[in-house]
């Protein structure tokens, strides 16, 4: 049964859909959507569950359509089956992740040299859907359908040697601060075959995730892994400073973590320091993936990603964990997000900013420290007892931050003529403060409006915007982090036997934006029973 592109699902055993050219994934069951404790699992990353618990998905055995099968019988409520169900080893459901992309508030640039920054997530979200291969099937797919990018590896050629060879081995909760030239090196034959067929610039976009994905999955993953497809469709524009990389890593090393069943939870009464733990791992192998695609990041980007809602986060020692200090009080600040659409590489304006430091040293150090006494005035406003987000002195008080922070970035020379262009426009207006957000030289800004604007002069601004070509993004702040839909079947309160089924067919068909997000129960008519979210804890 098929409704808008979903499938309804009733409870019984049911195939995941089949898609064009693709390895037929195996049929699934539903079983529970919790996700196992798997807080007992062995630390080897090879997914060697030393636990006794029966829902634990086995992937390094068989997992045929007949094991499959001989769970139909099972049902779909039975949280404790008998064991004969551990001995079948069944195969892993599909299932989805989910990440948010983020703004800067403040402290871009500088906090790669270790000052604060101010950051929260926004509702535009990265989504994965992880299809599990049949055994027979021994193929790694990528489909990250924003970029165009399709490509299978086979999984026993990959270099697993030089990545699980005890001099280089690291565990899933190692802290990983620089990417290994020898493992870089031995991927690169399997990432320079990648869409071979396009023009440089186009293949070196799907040359970086391509990268993030084979050094994430090489690290956590091993020979005996299950072949599966990896789909990914974003709602976060790219090129647009709004952390759409830092998100698709976050998701991939949630995937890779769950498929390895080294995750507790989440659950809703998970005790906020055991969600902490899930999430810095996550985080932690995200900002691997981001050193493949961005080179030096700070690691913000994915530690919005990953928590979700503000942080004040900074990384004085980039061989140690960053500071984090969730901002819970950080308020719906009335924001408008406009695109310059004009592209450009967070590599690119980073290194610039390195270039201006090596050639103007004591400079260019006052500017990025002048940034964090920016940063720092927001958390004291943040942190003074009697705070109240939504008053005029508040949004006067960071209004004026956003304008000085700006003209520091501008000064950095990371700014760019059209972002210069939305400033001039809204100062013209007098409607409010503006900054660009991300690494900027291109990509977005951020007006923080006044709280009397009136509604025609935003009209008229938005209309000249449009007419120069600047493209309008409608977002919320501060929501969720990384969650997980698993299986990914959305509940609905009305649909007491099953739920709605997301399969590989209806999430490459959903259209753009709006259409996702309803397959995927967010956004416009919300449904997200069967999300469930790791929560940061917030003392
Ligand atoms: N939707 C996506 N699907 C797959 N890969 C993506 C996607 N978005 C970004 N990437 C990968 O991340 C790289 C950098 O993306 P992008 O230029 O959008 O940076 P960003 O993370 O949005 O910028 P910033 O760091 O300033 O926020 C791309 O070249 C691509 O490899
Ligand atoms: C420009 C930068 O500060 C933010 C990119 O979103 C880079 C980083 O922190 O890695």
Redesign the pocket.
């Known amino acids: 049964m098929s409704t808008n592109g979903v499938h309804r699902r009733n409870g019984s055993m049911k195939g995941t859909g089949s898609q064009n050219n693709q390895p037929r994934p195996v049929a699934h069951f539903e079983i529970d959507h919790d996700l196992p404790d798997r807080s007992r699992v062995d630390g080897n990353g090879n997914g060697n569950d030393h636990g006794t618990d029966p829902d634990s998905l086995d992937h390094s055995s068989d997992s045929s359509n007949a094991a499959a099968s001989s769970h139909n019988h099972i049902g779909m409520t039975s949280r404790r089956p008998n064991m004969s169900r551990k001995a079948s080893s069944p195969m892993a459901p599909t299932f989805m992740v989910s990440a948010p992309g983020k703004v800067?508030v403040f402290g871009?640039?500088a906090?790669?040299h270790g000052k604060a920054?101010l950051a929260a997530a926004i509702s535009l979200r990265s989504y994965l859907l992880v299809t599990t291969l049949s055994k027979s099937h021994r193929t790694v797919t990528l489909n990250f359908r924003d970029l165009g990018l399709s490509h299978t590896w086979d999984i026993d050629t990959l270099p697993w040697s030089v990545f699980h060879h005890p001099s280089k081995k690291k565990f899933y909760y190692d802290l990983v601060t620089d990417l290994d030239p020898e493992l870089v090196e031995a991927i690169q034959p399997h990432v320079d075959i990648v869409s071979k067929h396009l023009p440089e610039d186009q293949r070196k976009i799907h040359i970086r995730s391509a990268s993030s994905f084979l050094y994430l999955f090489l690290s956590l993953g091993s020979p005996q892994s299950p072949g599966a497809i990896y789909t990914l469709r974003s709602t976060i524009p790219t090129g647009a400073?709004l952390?759409s990389s830092a998100s698709v890593c976050v998701c991939l090393s949630a995937a890779l973590l769950l498929q390895i069943r080294t995750l507790a939870g989440p659950h809703p009464d998970q005790p906020p320091e055991e969600a902490e733990t899930q999430i810095e791992r996550i985080n932690r192998w995200a900002f691997v993936g981001e050193m493949c695609i961005?080179g030096n990041?700070?690691?913000?980007?994915n530690t919005v990603a990953s928590g979700g809602k503000a942080v004040i986060f900074k990384r004085p020692d980039y061989l140690k964990p960053p500071v984090v200090i969730p901002v819970p009080q950080f308020p719906e600040l009335p924001l408008l997000l406009v695109d310059t659409r004009q592209s450009r590489s967070?590599m690119t304006?980073?290194a610039k900013v390195g270039e201006l430091k090596k050639a103007h040293p004591v400079v260019t150090e006052s500017i990025l420290n002048a940034i964090d006494q920016v940063t720092c005035s927001a958390q004291r406003l943040l942190e003074t007892p009697d705070f109240v987000g939504d008053s005029d002195e508040t949004l006067a008080h960071f209004g004026t931050l956003i304008r000085i922070n700006h003209g520091f970035l501008v000064s950095l020379g990371v700014s760019h003529p059209r972002l210069e262009r939305i400033r001039e426009l809204v100062d013209y207006a007098d409607m409010g403060w503006t900054k660009l957000t991300?690494?900027g030289g291109g990509g977005c800004a951020m007006t923080l409006l006044r709280p009397d604007v009136k509604p025609e002069v935003v009209r008229d601004l938005e209309q000249k915007l449009e007419t120069e070509g600047f493209t309008k993004y409608e977002t919320t702040l501060g929501g969720h982090g990384i969650g997980v839909l698993y299986p990914a079947v959305l509940r609905s309160g009305s649909d007491e036997e099953g739920g709605i089924e997301i399969d590989q067919q209806s999430f490459e068909n959903a259209e753009g934006t709006e259409g996702i997000e309803r397959l995927v129960g967010v956004g416009y008519n919300e449904q997200r029973e069967g999300w469930k979210f790791w929560k940061r804890a917030t003392h």
């Open positions: 800067i871009e640039h906090v790669v920054a400073g952390g961005h990041p700070s690691g913000v980007d967070t304006e980073v991300g690494a």
